[in-house]
């Protein structure tokens, strides 16, 4: 009989709590550690572990469980919890009673407490999680039940889905002699394994009608970066064959400089590290990363035929090479290197469930798995922005920590991923990269990324491999961009390599395509910073001056590469500035842009209106992309949030006030009174800023004559390049000679502007005038003269703006959940850009729909789909049914081939 839909997301999110509860069990892994070092639990040969060994593992089971449950559910009594974890024990072992009949009986022969033992506790809950969420789709592969959306997502920030997805597959792979098959049944088994897992840790949805839009129409990546996008398990998979290298990476990064550019906050890094375990350091996550190679090595030669007695740990040889042997002993007739990763720990998992539901696994095997499992969901985490973790420079510590580092100078694997073998649902990406400072580093980067691509258009869908296998020949750029080229539209194989094709015409049977799409970093320098607005004499020239060097310099060298490569222009497709918008605002980039465009270039985007201060400020820096980037039809802007969030709401989740620089508070309001003038509305309002206005103007130029009219013109002014006064029109270089035109064409223009353009860069402004800029000014919900209706006023202006000029917003939902202000998918901001909530006015903006960083947020294009989706359909009512939803979503997928670079 079928569940109402009610009772069973009840039940699947109660399931959810349960398990982060019991893998964020810092309190279970502290007793494991300490119990490693009683019994000699890693290295050489395993001691049984005592009676009282036991049941401290047991009473921090329980203690750190109900924690972990408070911390969830902090509002809840203590018997509700109790009640709460006592339901699910209760479910899991009749689910462990239906699903694995040994479990059961080795539960009863215990005589415990159903599931309170920690032996066959975890393959219990990793066998009721994946029948909860998971089914096989009609194309073959692992699928999460698309009703279950929304709790899976949230169980995957935390608990490892590798886990769950190989609990499914072991009930169901097929090998009539499990201990010893052949090598016929072993190819079997992993081509049906390959198939269900489509080259991702991440199952995504069963919704038909995603799988029609993927397969009639595919998707098209319009905002992801190439760093970033290796899922977490990929980079644990890495960790285990090289510790050293892939952590080695974090324990750099920990040297680096404070990360606050107003106050002292701490390295970010470090902080990331306090937040999931308070006692952890990069020294430390090393020593658990090599305890879990050890782990693994036990549980797979526990899995592995105990007649073959040579295949048992030797106690002289390493953690890693017994790993390896172990790894190699589980697939004896196939090479690894034949295996992709992800097949191949899947594999691995499938043979320790399969052992454990068959009652192979020696007796303290199911505490070993607890221990490596709370290790391998720990390494994950850190790698994966949680739901605690908001705003952009949570996001930018997991950046920062290059634990990915190492694992991602492969991308061919980035491709296969996002390709998903023969699910095919992407058609275009645009993969965004940092330029270097020099056009080889360029030339060197780009390669890198040209011959992942390469050999991954030259493989099979299978992930054979195919043509291009001598690709490493290849040695310049426009030689890999012509073969490119042929792979992509098809040519005559005899061209392609020293191999004899017979003139057939050979053409890729990958459907993705790539383009590029260079982002240059808004950076800040907190010294620069300080500085600028403290230092009595030596200030810099102006504001941001070294970040404008570096990215003009970027820049240089990366037209400098596209004239010299035959090809480039047609991989490179436009051009971002990415990272941290508080850092540098749209003025900083406005020359590079433009020498870009020079260059040849047409289409650029932006990240604006992500992470701020005030609303008004990611308005504001929406519009300054707009106006000083000069962007038009067919450009983009990234993110967009601020245009799309309730002003209520925002206020909120920013409990009542904000604290921003003066200076900052007086551009937003300047900004404010152009936006309302131009659309002509809440005319009675405009006294009020006007007063609010000239009062912070005073407080920091202390000069009447510096009216609202010279601020909203001397803000205008602010795409000019400041870097060139005192230059002359000869330059050599003809960029530098336009900016210099610009420059003193402005000031022949507006003189009064253009001066108070130069003295906010420092040119005839006082120490202290400086200073005043950058006090802390407090803003309040209640004595904003900014009302939440004059903001959404000032929404729908930008909308309208970029409407009008064609451009289109990238959103990325798991991304905009994560960073921005909302609880959950069903409150994002998209239903007022596309204009389905009651404040919503005017004709709907295009909107495209990206990834982002599809590893760090646990996701990918299709299930950015899929979550909008439900979003949309959540809203559904008697005038926005499911079908116009759909229509609404298939638009959109419409709308990223329009707008596509």
Not at 291 to 318: G, I, R
Not at 451 to 476: D, I, K, M, P
Request: aromatic share 6%; net charge neutral.
């Amino acid at each position: 009989m079928t569940r109402p839909l009610k009772d069973e997301m009840i039940d699947a999110w109660e399931l959810v709590d349960y398990a982060k509860a019991v893998l964020t069990n810092q309190d279970l892994l502290r007793a494991f550690e300490h119990s490693a070092k009683v019994a000699r639990f890693i290295g050489g040969a395993r001691l049984s572990i005592t009676r009282e060994c036991h049941d401290r593992l047991n009473n921090a089971h329980a203690l750190g469980r109900f924690s972990q449950m408070r911390r969830l559910h902090p509002r809840l009594t203590d018997e509700a919890l109790e009640n709460r974890i006592a339901r699910i024990v209760k479910r899991l072992d009749n689910a462990a009673s239906m699903y694995s009949p040994s479990m059961a009986r080795e539960a009863q022969s215990e005589r415990v407490k159903p599931f309170e033992d920690l032996k066959q506790a975890l393959p219990k809950l990793l066998r009721c999680l994946a029948e909860t969420f998971l089914c096989e789709g009609r194309d073959g592969s692992i699928r999460v039940r698309a009703r279950l959306l929304a709790p899976w997502q949230d169980l995957v920030l935390v608990f490892p889905p590798l886990l769950i997805t190989s609990a499914w597959m072991a009930k169901r792979i097929s090998l009539p002699d499990a201990t010893t098959p052949t090598v016929d049944e072993q190819q079997q088994a992993l081509t049906r394994m390959r198939r269900w897992l489509c080259e991702s840790t991440l199952p995504v949805d069963d919704d038909p009608f995603l799988d029609h839009l993927c397969r009639t129409e595919g998707l098209d990546e319009t905002h992801m970066h190439l760093n970033g996008t290796t899922e977490a398990e990929k980079v644990w998979c890495d960790a285990l064959e090289r510790p050293e290298q892939v952590v080695g990476g974090l324990t750099a990064r920990t040297t680096a400089k404070d990360s606050g550019l107003h106050v002292s906050i701490g390295n970010g890094v470090e902080r990331l590290l306090l937040q999931e375990d308070p006692e952890l350091t990069p020294d430390l996550l090393l020593q658990r990363v090599e305890a879990a190679v050890a782990l693994k090595a036990m549980l797979l030669s526990d899995a592995v035929p105990v007649s073959n007695a040579n295949l048992k740990t030797d106690v002289s040889e390493s953690a890693v090479a017994a790993y390896r042997r172990a790894q190699k002993a589980c697939l004896p007739h196939i090479s690894a290197n034949q295996i992709p990763r992800v097949a191949r720990e899947a594999w691995q998992l499938v043979a320790i469930m399969r052992a454990f539901e068959a009652g192979g696994m020696e007796t303290d095997a199911g505490l070993v798995f607890w221990y490596y499992a709370l290790l391998r969901a720990q390494f994950c985490r850190l790698l994966v922005q949680q739901v605690h973790q908001k705003g952009f420079d949570q996001f930018q510590y997991i950046t920062l920590n290059e634990l990915r580092e190492a694992t991602e100078k492969d991308y061919a694997e980035r491709f296969r991923q996002i390709e998903r073998a023969h699910q095919k649902g992407v058609d275009f990406l645009e993969g965004r990269f940092a330029p270097k400072s020099n056009p080889d580093g360029s030339a060197e980067l780009i390669g890198r990324i040209l011959r992942g691509y390469l050999e991954f258009l030259g493989e099979s869908e299978a992930g054979q491999a195919g043509t291009t296998r001598e690709v490493g020949r290849y040695g310049s750029l426009a030689e890999m961009l012509c073969l490119v080229r042929r792979l992509e539209n098809g040519c005559e194989g005899a061209s392609l390599t020293s191999k004899q094709t017979n003139g057939r015409v050979l053409r890729s049977a990958r459907r993705l395509r790539l383009g590029l799409v260079p982002h240059f970093i808004k950076r800040a320098d907190a010294n620069e910073r300080n500085a600028f607005f403290n230092a009595p004499k030596f200030r810099p020239m102006c504001r941001d001056v070294k970040l404008r060097q570096e990215t003009d310099q970027c820049a240089r060298a990366l037209v400098a590469l596209i004239r010299r490569t035959t090809g480039l222009d047609t991989l490179i497709r436009g051009i971002d500035a990415a990272s941290n918008e508080r850092h540098a605002g749209p003025e900083v980039f406005a020359p590079v842009f433009r020498r870009m465009r020079g260059a040849g270039i047409r289409r650029f985007t932006y990240h604006a209106g992500e992470d701020f201060a005030h609303l008004i400020s990611g308005l504001r820096a929406i519009t300054e992309a707009v106006y000083f980037l000069e962007l038009d039809a067919g450009c983009r802007i990234g993110h967009g949030t601020a245009s799309g969030l309730d002003p209520k709401a925002w206020w909120a989740a920013a409990e009542g006030y904000v604290v921003m620089p003066t200076e900052d508070r007086l551009d937003d309001l300047v900004f404010a009174r152009e936006i309302l003038l131009h659309a002509r509305v809440y005319a009675d309002r405009l006294p009020v800023i006007e007063a609010e206005i000239h009062r912070l103007s005073m407080r920091i130029w202390s000069d009447p004559r510096i009216t609202p009219e010279v601020l909203a013109d001397a803000w205008r002014l602010r795409s000019l390049d400041p870097l060139v006064q005192g230059l002359r029109q000869d330059d050599v270089d003809p960029n530098r000679r336009e900016e210099v035109r610009r420059f003193e064409e402005a000031h022949s223009r507006a003189p009064v502007a253009h001066a108070h353009f130069l003295r906010r860069h420092g040119k005839g402004a006082s120490s202290d005038e400086l200073k005043r800029a950058r006090e802390d000014l407090v803003v309040s919900q209640k004595n904003d003269v900014l009302r939440p209706k004059v903001i959404r006023a000032i929404q729908n202006a930008v909308l309208q703006l970029l409407q009008e000029r064609c451009i289109a917003i990238e959103t990325l939902p798991s991304s905009n959940v994560r960073i921005s202000i909302h609880n959950s998918y069903e409150e994002h901001h998209a239903l007022h850009w596309l204009g389905l909530d009651r404040r919503s006015a005017g004709k709907a903006v295009s909107v495209v729909i990206g990834s982002d960083d599809p590893g760090i947020f646990a996701t990918g294009l299709r299930m950015e789909y899929a979550h909008l989706l439900r979003t949309l359909n959540a809203h559904a009512d008697a005038a926005m049914n499911i079908s116009r939803a759909e229509d609404m979503l298939q638009s959109m997928c419409t709308d990223a081939k329009r707008y596509r670079f």
